[in-house]
Nanobody
């Protein structure tokens, strides 16, 4: 069984910073790509940032967070981070991490999700 556990959400004033963490644990053979998504009230879940499976690999960002957010990954600890700077009220949402994981060498890659962490930015 695989678990993704997020932490680091909270309440912050506009212009402030937060750092989210997401640790994967359990029966893991290999983690491929990891990502952060968010979902604001009344809106669909949207992709925020992605990071590839190899150390030093590529990252990608939604236009709305480019320059302000940075995704990184500790490959040894199966953990992904999201550093969020210059936060805006429109960044308020529940943030979810996702990971594409193989639990054995022969199993298909499956997407796993964290439980979500609330980020609230006051203006």
């Amino acid at each position: 069984q695989v678990q993704l556990v997020e932490s680091g959400g909270g309440l912050v004033q506009a212009g402030g910073s937060l750092r989210l963490s997401c640790a994967a644990s359990g029966s893991i053979f290999r983690i491929n790509g990891m990502a952060w998504y968010r979902q604001a009230p009344g809106k669909q879940r949207e992709l925020v940032a992605t990071i590839s499976s190899t150390s030093g690999g590529s990252t990608g960002y939604a236009d709305s967070v480019k320059v302000r957010f940075t995704i990184s990954r500790d490959y040894d600890k199966n953990t992904v981070f999201l550093q969020m700077n210059n936060l805006k009220a429109e960044d308020t949402a529940v943030y979810y991490c996702a990971a594409d994981i193989k639990t054995t060498g022969w199993s298909p890659t499956k997407r796993y999700w964290g439980q979500g962490t609330q980020v609230t930015v006051s203006s």
